[in-house]
């Protein structure tokens, strides 16, 4: 079975725009969750779909939102970019509460 | 609150002695328990997980960890360390009462020296 993938790999972009970020759960997984990984925050949760809907919420201001699409792939959004979004996200799916299988992340640079 | 901690940010340890990572949680429902392992620029990769039943679980390449509920401890260890083990590795708390949210220690980097 494919594991989890995230596009880009890696991304540059400057303040004030605004970037979106795709994730491939492994199939027959309908939970995607995202995390925000920095050094100085660590692994911070950022939100969580089943189904199409969003059934969990981690502490982030609304210029981050997520989507998913009825194949269980999700969509990221950050608008309005500033220096400190610079992180790795990381995408997660599993089966329901379960267990969580990670993809190999995309690194957003912002400058 | 939830809360996962790893007292040790940086371990150093020699290429085939023995590895012990510590975590504590603090978790009002039954907790599920994992531990990843992540490698430079890489994602997180499931090393094992604690459900119920027995206390000693194993894991890939060689890990096991064992959950103590009495000390909210549920510590990693590998009996003899290969330099391919230097990594960052994360103990991480999840549950049924928070949808797909884990809730990640701050990570214990471990340098093998030979």
């Known amino acids: 079975k494919a594991g989890v993938t995230q596009t880009p790999r890696y991304l540059i972009k400057t303040r004030g725009q605004q970037v979106t970020l795709s994730c491939s759960p492994i199939s027959g997984h309908r939970s995607v969750s995202w995390y925000q990984q920095t050094p100085g925050q660590g692994l911070q949760f950022l939100f969580e779909?089943?189904?199409?809907?969003?059934?969990n919420k981690g502490n982030f201001p609304g210029r981050f939102s997520g989507r998913q699409f009825s194949n269980s792939r999700s969509e990221m959004n950050v608008s309005t970019l500033e220096l400190g979004d610079s992180a790795l996200y990381l995408c997660?799916?599993?089966?329901?509460?379960?267990?969580?299988?990670f993809g190999p992340g995309t690194r957003l640079t912002v400058l | 609150a939830q809360s996962v901690t790893q007292p040790d940010i940086h371990i150093t340890v020699s290429e085939g002695a023995s590895l012990e990572l510590r975590c504590n949680y603090s978790y009002g429902a039954t907790p599920y328990l994992f531990w990843y392992v992540q490698s430079p620029g890489q994602g997180l990769q499931l090393l094992l997980k604690?459900?119920?039943?027995?206390?000693l679980v194993q894991g890939i390449k060689g890990f096991e960890a064992e959950f103590k509920r009495s000390q909210s401890s549920f510590n990693l260890r590998k009996p003899s360390v290969h330099w391919s083990d230097a990594a960052e590795y994360f103990c991480?708390?999840?549950?049924?009462?928070?949808?797909?949210?884990?809730?990640f220690g701050a990570g214990t980097q471990v340098v093998v020296t030979p």
């Open positions: 604690y459900f119920s039943g027995d206390t």
């Open positions: 997660a799916s599993s089966t329901d509460t379960d267990t969580q299988y």
């Open positions: 779909y089943f189904s199409e809907t969003q059934r």
């Open positions: 991480a708390v999840g549950g049924t009462d928070s949808w797909g949210k884990f809730q």
